[in-house]
């Protein structure tokens, strides 16, 4: 087995945090083993003044990573599961999904206890698209402004008195032990999450057998068939990282129930589709969640939303 393991991660501080937790997961499980780790900034990291979608969504957190393993560089990546494209580049796969964090959305405000709180015309920050539909299809009379950066830098914004509040993820804000910042966890019915929100994965070459040999250890297979559904779903859909897309898949013994929406960007419209079965059919069922929103006329909001991402581009 291998003595040393590199890990190619970004350098904001809640990539660190996951490439950390990785690093000291592995050593744990592996006495001997020397965790390396190789900080970078991606792309995503370094344009903060330009919405995620309009940058291109997909791999934007990912690519680099993987040219520092193509190069011989790192031997795996850590991810934010909901940051991985659908499909992978020919010659990397994931070796472990990691036990999931908390997958909701969480509520911060300086001046209000929950979303419901907000007072008509309240300014609400947020980078996500689909966190963006879910609240104005409840709240219309909010404005919603885009906003970007790391956590650190958002918190910064909203005590700057920039916003009335802000959401981001649950597990975010834990991770760092932020936790004192949460007024409130936005429950999934009210803003359903993104794809595999508050999971981790690993990235490695398809062909090195060692170091999967090495990191297979941190798969949690109760949360690899959750993604599994999640993504199964999202794939199907066509779905980027940054679209108006929600899923949520829970398991509960045998049996996996998975709830999908896809909504217009001003809220005006929210579709949803929600079926469950056998866990062992976490795939077809979350495609079947898809193809119900398919007919029901998701992808004609999707290529909406992508039309204008692309005009928007210039």
């Not at 780790?37 to 003044?49: H, R, V």
């Not at 998975?258 to 949803?272: K, P, Y």
Request: net charge negative; aromatic share 4%; charged share 30%.
């Amino acid at each position: 087995m291998k003595k040393t393991l590199r890990i190619a991660t970004r350098k904001s501080p809640l990539a660190m945090w996951q490439a950390e937790f990785v690093k000291a997961e592995l050593e744990k499980a592996h006495p001997g083993l020397e965790v390396e780790l190789l900080p970078m900034s991606t792309k995503g990291d370094k344009i903060l003044d330009v919405p995620l979608a309009k940058i291109g969504g997909k791999g934007l957190f990912t690519k680099e990573l993987e040219d520092r393993m193509i190069a011989g560089e790192a031997d795996i990546a850590v991810h934010s599961m909901k940051d991985v494209p659908m499909e992978l580049p020919e010659g990397f796969a994931l070796g472990a999904i990691l036990e999931r964090h908390s997958p909701t959305d969480a509520f911060v405000s300086n001046n209000y206890e929950k979303f419901e709180d907000l007072p008509q015309g309240a300014i609400l920050g947020t980078s996500s698209l689909r966190r963006k539909a879910q609240l104005m299809a409840q709240r219309p009379d909010l404005v919603v402004r885009d906003l970007r950066g790391n956590v650190g830098t958002r918190l910064g914004k909203l005590d700057a008195g920039e916003y009335d509040a802000i959401v981001l993820a649950t597990s975010g804000l834990q991770r760092l032990q932020l936790d004192d910042r949460i007024r409130h966890e936005i429950p999934a019915e009210t803003c359903l999450p993104a794809v595999t929100q508050g999971t981790l994965g690993i990235e490695y070459f398809a062909k090195d057998t060692e170091t999967l040999d090495i990191i297979k250890v941190l798969n949690h297979k109760p949360t690899e068939i959750r993604t599994t559904a999640e993504r199964a779903m999202n794939h199907r859909l066509e779905g980027g990282c940054q679209v108006p897309i929600g899923v949520f898949a829970e398991l509960e013994k045998e049996r996996i129930k998975i709830r999908g929406l896809v909504a217009e960007l001003d809220g005006s419209t929210v579709l949803h589709a929600q079926t469950e079965g056998p866990a062992e059919n976490a795939h077809e069922l979350g495609v079947a969640v898809a193809e119900d929103l398919l007919k029901q006329g998701a992808d004609k909001i999707l290529a909406a939303v992508y039309a204008e991402e692309i005009s928007s581009k210039g």
